[in-house]
């Protein structure tokens, strides 16, 4: 399968900023020239800017334009793997990868989790029902819950294992939040995380599996809207 055309966008970006073309603090080209030099739409442009943005290497100041907010990619993904992540079929990998590991996490969380692992839930289903009513990004809080239900485990392993793929799940969110539905979203965390205090562990699992199966589906219509969108040549906007 041919590579997003966002991606390749993003691509470009992150290697003329390697390259040195922009430092931090210099002002990206502009939409319409990014457009012109790759040959591509203004979606796209925007798709990957936006992207960049969320993993902190642009700025976008309103009225003026993007900005290079880093250049060190040292605590980033390498940028190939940024790339695979932004693929469609990579994507659905993940989606399995994540129910074979987490919903097992859920499971062990629910047995033997502890008072403090109930307080940092919470606090991450409180930040989440903020920023819903805030109409903001919800990634943070979603990377907290899950996290808290990981340290819940008091499995070294699976703490290591987690946080050595968290940039990897990160990217991949992003794209996920595409097609996430919010309300759902909290409503499968408050459920997992009900589950978790009282100890019960098959319905803990149950109500990971339900979640994640729920964000597959989602991603699945994404992905059938992407491959329809790759059969024809995207055309660039004047």
Same mark, same amino acid.
């Given at each position: ?170 990217? +991949?969110? =992003?794209?996920?939040? $595409? ?7 909290? !409503?499968?965390? #408050? /459920?997992?995380? &009900? ?20 964000? +597959?589906? =989602?991603?699945?219509? $994404? ?7 790759? !059969?024809?040549? #995207? /055309?660039?906007? &004047?």
């Amino acid at each position: 399968m041919s590579k997003k055309v966002s991606s390749i966008v993003t691509e470009y970006i992150l290697e003329e900023i390697k390259k040195g073309t922009f430092k931090v603090g210099d002002k990206l080209h502009s939409e319409r020239e990014l457009m012109e030099t790759l040959k591509v739409g203004r979606s796209s442009v925007r798709e990957a800017l936006n992207s960049l943005v969320d993993m902190q290497v642009l700025q976008k100041r309103m009225g003026i334009g993007v900005f290079v907010k880093k250049t060190d990619f040292s605590d980033m993904v390498h940028k190939h793997v940024v790339s695979a992540l932004l693929d469609p079929k990579s994507s659905r990998e993940l989606m399995e990868f994540r129910l074979m590991l987490e919903v097992e996490i859920c499971g062990k969380a629910a047995e033997v989790a502890k008072e403090e692992d109930f307080v940092q839930m919470e606090q991450s289903l409180e930040m989440m029902k903020s920023a819903i009513q805030m109409n903001l990004p919800i990634l943070e809080a979603d990377q907290k819950f899950h996290q808290a239900i990981v340290k819940a485990t008091r499995n070294q392993v699976l703490m290591k294992v987690y946080e050595s793929i968290t940039e990897f799940l990160t990217t +991949a969110k =992003r794209e996920m939040l $595409l097609i996430s539905d919010k309300l759902t979203t909290i !409503q499968f965390h #408050e /459920k997992i995380y &009900q589950a978790i205090k009282d100890h019960n562990v098959e319905l803990a699992r149950q109500m990971m599996r339900e979640h994640l199966y729920d964000v +597959a589906i =989602r991603y699945e219509r $994404l992905y059938e809207k992407w491959e329809n969108q790759e !059969q024809q040549p #995207e /055309k660039t906007e &004047q």
